[in-house]
């Protein structure tokens, strides 16, 4: 039964593996029934924690500190829940892009290593399995990226490339010293002896280096200029999926190595990573605003809602954890949907660019409708999951009396409005633009299934969000005492 | 010899730091490559290379005889060439293909 909790990772791996032995058009129905499965996985897995904790698998029947092991508790399951749903959400508007540019015959395989990447990440316990994880969802997402290999595709991987691989370089050397120092990689071991050595200045530069490498993944401020000159080049389908979960990676490991192995060190990595916070959030929605194609305003968008998210651990209490993980989900389901509201608008349009498209509200009203309801939930508005996340925020800074933050927070929603309303105003309002391709109803049901499914996630989770602030505060609470997450492990033990 | 290894690594880095400054690609690649090593042999110098006796357990031991160097980190660099080795060589393909993109071609790839 244990190995329920590594089997979103098994599943991934094995659609991969089997994607790449089939022909072009075998591998459609795999993408989606793999994400499919892949999804039910890790519904399965949430609701298991849901009812039963934390609980923990040992990779081959090897205890923890010989072998590896894998832990879920409520963040990690959420957090693979996310997962499940947007490689679910994104697989339609990939396989349809992918019939029209047929090039990449690897792009399903690499599609299900991603995810196995990203939920290898959320689940493992062990420093150096962390680091495989990210290499395996890098490598996957640079040939995600690249995908066309136009010129201007791969100046913008250059500048995807060269950043990532910097970062985890830096983690590599960060896990390396870790050893060093501690002699172990098993993450909850490792906090132990870090705290039974006291302070020093050898442990603040390690934990130093790990939040480096992770602001890096996940793009804060002043590392986050490869992020919207990147994903720019995706196609929107995997944009979707970029900024769903390869920043959130970088958020959740920095969460997690920071709550289980240097909690003494936030005292003074707390402050810094406010003020991290405050210059991503105030940056990226101004980068936002300056922006005039509907896919580059929103990833400058993905950068300022991860400096919410960051405000989460920075503050460090209960209720800021809560609002972290409340907000990641609410987060990178919005967002994925507005980038696949964008993707059908390049389908139906052949441009994204908000001088040319106009009056969408007439030509697809089922599209700007779904739009409106994600954008309106990205800029916090009752009764959408965005207005309970941001309410969370506020209440956390509120709470830590952080006045500034809670300023910036605030005036930081009040422009995320405005820039949405410039994409509604330009692109969805005014003249009909006359652009519009005409499609079968099937194309037209296929493409906005997905944003739909999404849109009413946002929709449900600001309706019932009592229960989904509750699933936060716990997961909030595994994380500032980790006796259950340690004590899964040692009860696991085969 | 631990300490040999950590001037070796800092000048290698410092070395890294400065290629990767720079505008030109293939400049970068070599950063890129230089980096990986310093971090390779970061990681190495945990074995406590001074000791440099294989960790073999003598007939009749239950554990090798100290002092010894540490396995683990030898295996986890193995590892980790590996990776990087991957890495470095798709860089350097994607920054190829890339070409001698100069400073106008760029920006005109931005523009558009």
């Not at chain 1, 679910?88 to 995810?115: G, H, M, W, Y």
């Not at chain 2, 406590?48 to 160097?69: D, I, K, N, W, Y």
């Amino acid at each position: 039964m244990s190995v329920l909790v590594i089997s979103p990772l098994l599943v991934a791996l094995l659609a991969g593996t089997v994607a790449l032995l089939f022909n072009q058009r075998a591998q459609k129905s795999i993408f989606f029934g793999g994400a499919f499965i892949h999804f039910v996985v890790c519904v399965a897995l949430f609701l298991w924690i849901f009812r039963d904790g934390v609980q923990a698998y040992h990779l081959g029947g090897w205890a923890a500190p010989l072998g590896i092991a894998f832990a879920a508790d409520s963040f990690s399951a959420v957090l693979v829940l996310l997962t499940g749903l947007l490689g679910l959400a994104v697989a339609p508007q990939a396989i349809q892009s992918r019939s029209k540019e047929p090039s990449n015959a690897a792009t399903p395989s690499l599609f299900f290593f991603l995810l196995a990447g990203v939920d290898a990440a959320f689940l493992t316990t062990d420093l150096f399995h962390l680091y495989v994880a990210f290499e395996l969802l890098l490598f996957s997402s640079f040939v995600l990226l690249v995908g066309k290999a136009g010129s201007k595709e791969r100046v913008a991987s250059v500048r995807y490339l060269l950043p990532s691989v910097l970062s985890s370089m830096l983690l590599l050397a960060a896990v390396g010293l870790t050893y060093g120092i501690t002699g172990t990689l098993f993450m909850p071991e490792v906090g132990i002896r870090i705290s039974e050595l006291g302070p020093s200045t050898a442990i603040s530069a390690v934990a130093g280096l790990f939040a480096l490498a992770f602001s890096l993944k996940a793009a804060l401020f002043p590392v986050f200029a490869w992020l919207p000159a990147s994903y720019l080049a995706a196609n929107s389908a995997m944009a979707a999926l970029f900024s769903g979960l390869l920043t959130k990676v970088g958020v959740y490991a920095l969460v997690r190595v920071f709550t289980l192995i240097f909690p003494e060190e936030m005292s003074w990595l707390g402050p810094l990573m406010l003020f991290v916070a405050a210059a991503t959030m105030i940056v990226g929605v101004l980068g936002a605003l300056a922006q005039w194609e509907m896919q580059r305003l929103l990833t400058f968008h993905v950068v300022s809602q991860v400096g919410y998210l960051i405000v989460g651990f920075a503050l460090g209490t209960a209720t800021a954890l809560a609002s972290l993980v409340f907000y990641i989900f609410h987060n990178s389901v919005a967002k994925a949907c507005l980038l696949l509201a964008t993707g059908v608008v390049r389908v139906r349009y052949g441009t994204d660019r908000l001088r040319d498209l106009g009056g969408i509200v007439k030509s697809d009203p089922w599209l700007a409708g779904l739009f409106l309801v994600a954008a309106l939930a990205l800029a916090g508005i009752p009764p959408l999951s965005g207005f309970w996340a941001k309410l969370l925020v506020l209440q956390a800074s509120l709470e830590s009396e952080a006045w500034i933050i809670l300023a910036v927070a605030a005036s930081v929603g009040i422009l995320t409005l405005t820039s949405m309303a410039k994409i509604w105003t330009t692109a969805f309002w005014g003249e009909e633009s006359g652009l519009k391709r005409e499609s079968s109803l099937a194309s037209r049901f296929i493409e906005l299934a997905p944003v739909a499914l999404l849109a009413l996630i946002t929709i449900l989770l600001g309706c019932f969000a009592a229960p989904a602030i509750d699933i936060s505060l716990r997961a909030a609470s595994e994380l500032l005492d980790p006796t259950a997450y340690i004590d899964a492990l040692r009860r696991s033990i085969p | 010899m631990s300490d040999w290894l950590g001037i070796g690594v800092g000048v290698l880095a410092a070395c890294a730091t400065y290629l990767l400054l720079c505008k030109n690609p293939s400049r970068r690649a070599v950063g890129i490559i230089l980096f990986g090593i310093a971090i390779n042999l970061l990681v190495f110098a945990m074995t406590g290379a001074e000791h440099s006796r294989a960790p073999l357990v003598a007939p009749g031991q239950e554990v090798p005889r100290a002092p010894f160097t540490d396995p683990l980190p030898q295996a986890l660099v193995l590892t980790a060439i590996v990776i990087g080795f991957a890495l470095q060589a798709f860089a350097l393909v994607l920054i190829t293909l890339t070409g001698p993109v100069d400073d106008a071609e760029q920006e005109a790839g931005e523009e558009q």
